[in-house]
Nanobody, 115 residues
Framework: QVQLVESGGGLVQAGGSLTLSCAASGSTFSIHAMRWHRQAPGKQREFVAAITRGGITNYVDSMKGRFTISRDSAKNTVYLQMNSLKPEDTAVYYC?????????WGQGTQVTVSS
């Protein structure tokens, strides 16, 4: 079992920055990749970025250059640095961990970008 807790969300003005954190606990040794997704009101959850155990990163094209995923293996924590935020980035951001053939999800953290 893996438990995930996101933090760092909040209200920010357009053009601002936020860094989200996702702390993993439990069977963290079994995690082979972690991802960030987001879900805006009335929309489906969408992929944002991923990082593998080996440090390989992947982003959705629309967020390349603005968002950066990173990790601190010693702290079992993954981060999402978000710059140049836009009102359309407003969403609940979720962390996911791939382990043992299934995904584990956090509870999400709200990011609101005001215009």
């Amino acid at each position: 079992q893996v438990q995930l807790v996101e933090s760092g969300g909040g209200l920010v003005q357009a053009g601002g920055s936020l860094t989200l954190s996702c702390a993993a606990s439990g069977s963290t040794f079994s995690i082979h990749a972690m991802r960030w997704h987001r879900q805006a009101p009335g929309k489906q959850r969408e992929f944002v970025a991923a990082i593998t155990r080996g440090g390989i990163t992947n982003y959705v094209d629309s967020m390349k250059g603005r968002f950066t995923i990173s990790r601190d293996s010693a702290k079992n924590t993954v981060y999402l640095q978000m710059n140049s935020l836009k009102p359309e980035d407003t969403a609940v951001y979720y962390c996911a961990a791939a382990s043992g053939g299934r995904d584990y999800w956090g509870q999400g953290t709200q990011v609101t970008v005001s215009s």
